[in-house]
């Protein structure tokens, strides 16, 4: 079977939804085991991941309003995992 362009982008699409969609999946388990609202290190690089695939496929799409949005947010989730490393760091030296 061969995919044709639009075919593998759509593939991509998807699964950058799925990937970005499972982010939300993963917060409620973890908060169900934890019994409290917490937010799994796993989640910011989930996001990380749907949000590049995300990306990919807007840029394919030329959709500029789905760019930005998805540009600011890697932004974001790449800070928390640095915020995240940091304090992983000062712990260790205390």
């Known amino acids: 079977m061969k995919l044709d362009n639009e075919t593998l ?3 991509v699409g998807f699964a950058g939804q799925a990937v ?3 982010r939300f999946v ?3 388990l973890y ?3 934890h019994k409290r609202s917490l937010i799994p290190v796993g989640f910011w690089y989930l996001s990380m991941a ?3 695939l ?3 496929y807007a840029i394919y799409r030329q959709d500029p309003v789905f760019i930005a949005g998805q ?3 890697f932004v974001v989730y790449l800070r928390n995992l640095q915020l995240i490393s940091q304090q ?3 712990v260790k030296e205390e």
């Open 50 to 52: 749907g949000s590049a």
């Open 31 to 33: 908060s169900e085991i």
């Open 9 to 11: 982008w759509l593939v």
């Open 26 to 28: 993963l917060q409620w």
């Open 88 to 90: 992983a760091k000062a």
């Open 20 to 22: 970005f969609t499972g």
């Open 71 to 73: 540009s600011f947010g």
């Open 54 to 56: 995300l990306l990919a």
